[in-house]
């Protein structure tokens, strides 16, 4: 099994549509979770932080589920510059000698239609 | 502040040449991280700095590359020989610590033929 799969899409969606993004981790030990946003032939950029209560930030809304160890991105009203790539980030916590683990997906990629 | 810098942006080289990436990261970032991204494995962390210290390098994918941190404003990652699979896009990113969002670089497009 992957570390960190996501559905690598790509999802095309009308402008004002809602669309989520769902991405399942293998480590139960991990602790902390992201969502990068990527455009294209660009730099990955943080987009938000994944709390376990869930979070929100404008349109955009990430849950938790430790238990069935999966991680969720809600964007509502899309809009055209949202098409990008999302990539879903996993800190898989000590490795060897303190070491951390932070893992990507390969990302999901949203397309917004006018 | 000016960002994570790389250099070059683009990098053409041929199959046995020698190639080394530059990164300076946000000043007073303590962290310096190597990626490297294909279409085919995606995003992978190759090695990371704390305090100029390499920190984990089992990303590292081979003896053929190598990665120093000679001071706090300066990193580079080298790969000698270089072969056609090494082609990728190669990002440094810089943060406070690991739990505080990672600030990439533009990437540096290396293509080997």
């Known amino acids: 099994r992957k570390e960190v799969e996501q559905d690598p899409g790509p999802f095309n969606v009308p402008e004002g549509a809602t669309v989520a993004f769902n991405c399942t981790y293998s480590?139960?030990?991990?602790?902390?979770f992201f969502w990068y946003r990527q455009d294209c032939r660009k730099e990955p950029k943080l987009l938000m932080s994944?709390?376990?209560s869930g979070n929100e930030d404008g349109r955009f809304t990430a849950q938790l589920n430790r238990a069935s160890q999966y991680i969720s991105l809600l964007i509502r009203d899309s809009k055209l510059s949202d098409s990008a790539t999302y990539l879903c980030?996993?800190?898989?916590?000590?490795?060897?000698?303190?070491?951390?683990?932070?893992?990507f997906g390969k990302g999901t990629k949203l397309s917004v239609i006018p | 502040d000016a960002g994570v810098i790389q250099s070059p942006r683009h990098e053409v080289t041929e199959m046995g040449q020698e190639v080394t990436l530059r990164c300076k990261p946000i000043?007073?970032?303590?962290?310096l991280f190597w990626y490297r991204q294909t279409m085919m494995r995606g995003l992978e962390l190759l090695i990371y700095?704390?305090?100029?210290?390499?920190?984990?390098d089992s990303g590292m994918p081979e003896d053929r590359f190598s990665a120093k941190m000679p001071n706090a404003s300066f990193s580079t990652l080298k790969i000698q020989p270089s072969e056609p699979r090494d082609s990728a896009v190669y990002f440094c990113?810089?943060?406070?610590?690991?739990?505080?969002?990672?600030?990439f670089g533009p990437g540096t497009r290396l293509t080997v033929t």
């Open positions: 990113a810089s943060s406070f610590d690991t739990e505080y969002e990672q600030y």
């Open positions: 480590n139960s030990a991990s602790q902390s």
């Open positions: 994944v709390y376990s």
């Open positions: 980030v996993v800190n898989m916590g000590a490795g060897r000698a303190g070491s951390y683990q932070l893992t």
């Open positions: 000043s007073g970032h303590d962290y």
């Open positions: 700095f704390n305090n100029n210290v390499p920190i984990d």
